[in-house]
């Protein structure tokens, strides 16, 4: 077998709490497009930067053109030919196109920067991307879409023998697409090793060879890409064999009897989604399925007044009510845990009791203060009912496990007796115990009449737990499933997109 | 082709009008404002601060500050007339003064590159240490006798034009030098861009493979340097040391490049920028004393321009802002 380009082997890496990566493999060849694929915590980023050298690895070995390399910096990556575009845009904004592309390398005369040649250069440069711009513009003043051009102008000029392209289709459209695959495809060609990631899968199948797996911070596996189907390859990612899916039994509970309505939402549209229009009864469980990126976290951050409303209407009770920000939301009992426990849940400096009220005192209004007692009695119920693991309700937040910040959390909100009650990946990053216990709070809430509405990447919990689901896919809901034909061989086909084509 | 409007130049081109629509306004109200003597005076009295103003800036760029520097330039001065009063040789004086500044800067820097902490707070504790240190050489002013010291403070060029004489001290060509060679490092020096390039991003600057740490440290060693330097200059300007001298001195630097279009969050500005907000904080002294005002106008008029530039840097943003979107 001739020797791989790139060749990753035994890789691991942990951050506090948190196993990245667990024994890892990679390995790339030369003229080759290959795919880096899995959901979000996968470690599709962490193994990006043990390679370019952001981040160093607990252990492990990386294989260069046969030869042991330690990457040590991104600059030593540069040097060693490894060159990366992440996503968001890594350039400086205030520096002219030409300085972004050639910078740290600056070609020179008599001792001082040769600007001339600098700006002619770098004309050309773009000009094999198709773009024709003033090079001695600010970077700033172009749309993202042409600095994300620039980005990999910049990366390829650096003779590089191995392009990593980090989701760098998010922000172009279908046409800016098409070229870069064009310039990819050619890259390729000319013999460069690339590694793309992406959650598009569509893309994938357009433009790749070879597609390796990763699931929570371990590897799955390497395919050929036109001998792996759509619809496997899901399963790969969400961790679960296709073949094998639809002989599993689902247990579905029934809704309660007479379902009451309790929230519509027609039409309604925020800058980063359009057009979502579903409804929800009191008592019910249901659940928001796609990959990352097809508008979970959008939908959710709709109905929270999070991003602002600019079309459609939402009605609770069949009265249209008009949510704002968050503060309207929860006044309309409505209540939004959101995907990122640290930075957009938890206030680590603070005790639990105090993480528990917060939002019961927002809902409040800041002139009927949440006496001491009132929060101690409700803090300790919570605690009792939850079970969150703690010496004391003045313990700091941060000083808890994941699972147990998550209870506390699920406590602030049903400390402001929400009707609705909005979970965004709630079981994300926790361990099994408390991922059931979580599973089981919701499953009895619904019970007492609390809309739920679930958003997990899991498909194997929210098939336990919810009544219906919604899935999405490109920022649409593309399917309602309810009852017994909420399967995940049924979630997978609608993520897929088979059927309609 | 049309000419590239940033918020850099806007506001250095602003800058520059309303230092001209100064000149002229003041030569029209005031007897024997206009002259070339009124300009070179400007630059005679402000040639120390053109010289902090412009390490400074360095600073800025790299979205850092130092508010040492006044200290520094405090501490300078006292330390020279300190030490050429016990009859040191000013050539062996100068150098070391400009050392200690620079390692000074450096330290700080280093401080704050190393351990993580703002460039504020490590910067506070130089301002009170200099200023402390300033007490400990002598809390009395001394005056500075070196020979070398007086014939380098009193040597000029004079020229007669008109009916007046306009005299240009010799100093004021270490401050010109000085921005003109710092003009020359940020354009067309590779360090230069990276200052520029760490203030723009500094994430995408260390994934481009640029040494930020150097870069930062650097920096401050630069605006240490150039406050000791001005406090040599200043030290020939008034051939004395006191340890009181220039207090708030680096606000004035601060908001010199800020007027002159340098932006605190980093990344865009110029030393001629800096310069020119020098010399319109001296053009309002000069209105301000030819007016027979308390000199606290000069502040408040300051203030005033600061606000104005400001939110002019802001509506110029965000009007970049919109287009792109």
Known sequence: MATKLLRMEHVNKSFPGVVALNDVEFSLEAGSIHALLGENGAGKSTLIKVLTGVEKMDGGEVYLDGNEIHVTSPFDAQKKGISTVYQEVNLCPDLSVAENI???????????????????????????FDLNLDVTKKLGAFPVAVQQM?????????????????????????????????????LKKRGLGIVFVTHFLDQVYEVTDTITVLRNGGYVGTYKTDELEKPALIGKMLGKDFDSLAEISVTQREAGENPEKFIDVENAGTAKIKNVSFSLNKGEVSGLSGLLGSGRTETARLLFGADKMTEGHIKIHDKNVSIKNPLDAIRCDIAFCSENRKTEGIIGELSIMDNIIIALQAKRGLMHVVS????????DKYIKELNIKTPSRDQKIKNLSGGNQQKVLLARWLATDPELLIMDEPTRGIDIGAKAEIQRIVVDLAKTGMSCLFISSELEEMQRCCNTMYVLRDKKIVDKLSGDNITEANIMKSIAGEGEN | MMKKLTIGNVSLLIAICLFIAMFVGGSIKYDRFGSVSTIFNLFNDNAYLIIVATGMTFVLLTGGIDISVASNLAFTCVLSAFLLDKRWSALVVIPLVLFIGTFAGFLMGYCIQVFKIQPFIITLAGLFFLRGMCAVVSTVSIPINNAFYKSLALSKISFQIGGSRAKLYYYVFIALAVVLIAWFVLKYTKFGRYVYAVGSNEVSAELMGIDVKKVKIAVYAISGFSASLGGFVFSL???????????????????SAVIGGTLLTGGVGTVIGSMFGVLIQGIIQTIVTYQNLNTWWTKVTIAALLCFFIVIQRIIAIRAEKKKA
């Open chain 1, 102 to 128: 050639f910078i740290g390398r600056e070609p020179k005369k008599h001792g001082h920067i040769d600007w001339k040649k600098i700006n002619e250069d770098s004309k050309e440069l773009i000009k094999e």
């Open chain 1, 150 to 186: 620039i980005a990999i102008a910049r990366a390829v000029d650096i003779k590089a023998k191995i392009l990593i392209l980090d989701e760098p289709t998010s922000s172009l459209s279908q046409a800016e697409v098409e070229k870069l695959f064009d310039i990819m495809r050619e």
């Open chain 1, 372 to 379: 001491k007692k009132e929060a101690a009695e409700i803090a």
């Open chain 2, 237 to 255: 300007y008034t051939l004395a040391g006191y340890s009181l001298q220039n207090m708030g001195l680096e606000l004035d630097a601060i908001s």
